[in-house]
């Protein structure tokens, strides 16, 4: 059974990097599947981060493109989230998921609250 | 970007009542292009329906899915106490992928 766990920093200044992982456990991220992050500020609805292939291959939403780097660590069975020049606009919880064709997501992690704040 | 617009923001029905939820797409999706998540609070979401009408693995067949090109509707057939929650469309046939604002089924 596969499962996914978010993890990182749950507090991030204004103008800095938010960094997250996602810790793959059930499946090794090498045998395949494309693995993606979503967001969700409190309140609202969700937003599709960007997806990452164990190639290293990325698919990034253009919204976030400039600022978004998505990569994979298979030896750690991790992929990982960096979104540069954050504002309050980029508080919200932060989920990652398997996403097996580049189509729907499924399963998701349990997701982690990142608020931007000074 | 295609917009998907869900409908009725909240639906207030009655357990045991049936739930029709709309979600219509911008511009026609390719093919039947189209997911249904369930999202409780302090949850993630849960697929519910890929494909606008396969049901995910466990899914029990009160929910239904349908339609294509730009029309969507899911269907919970028999509203049990624990489908009370918000329900959220996702389409994949056109990048970005994109989400609904969501319909909360809210207990009457």
């Known amino acids: 059974q596969v499962q996914l766990h978010e993890s990182g920093p749950g507090l991030v200044r204004p103008s800095e990097t938010l960094s997250l992982t996602c810790t793959v456990s059930?499946?090794?991220?090498?045998?395949?599947?494309?693995w993606a992050w979503i967001r969700q500020p409190p309140g609202k609805g969700l937003e599709w981060i960007g997806t990452v292939l164990q190639s290293g291959t990325t698919y990034n939403n253009p919204s976030l493109k400039s600022r978004l780097t998505i990569s994979v660590d298979t030896s750690k069975n991790q992929f990982s989230l960096k979104l540069r020049s954050v504002t309050a606009a980029d508080t919200a919880v932060y989920f990652c998921?398997?996403?097996?064709?580049?189509?729907?997501?499924?399963?998701w992690g349990q997701g982690t609250l990142v608020t931007v704040s000074s | 970007e295609v917009v998907l617009t869900q409908s009725p923001g909240t639906l207030s029905l009655s357990p045991g009542e049936r739930a029709t939820l709309s979600c219509r797409a911008s511009?026609?999706?390719?093919?039947?292009?189209l997911a249904w998540y369930q999202q409780k609070p302090g949850q993630a979401p849960r697929l519910l329906i890929y494909?606008?009408?396969s049901r995910a693995t466990g899914i029990p067949d009160r929910f239904s899915g349908s339609g294509s090109g730009t029309d969507f509707t899911l269907t919970i057939s028999r509203l049990e106490p624990e489908d009370f929650a918000v329900y959220y469309c996702q389409q994949y046939g056109s990048s970005p992928r994109t989400f609904g604002q969501g319909t909360k089924v809210e207990i009457k």
């Open positions: 511009q026609s999706l390719d093919s039947t292009y």
């Open positions: 998921a398997r996403d097996p064709t580049l189509s729907w997501f499924d399963p």
């Open positions: 059930g499946y090794s991220i090498s045998s395949g599947y494309y």
């Open positions: 494909g606008a009408s």
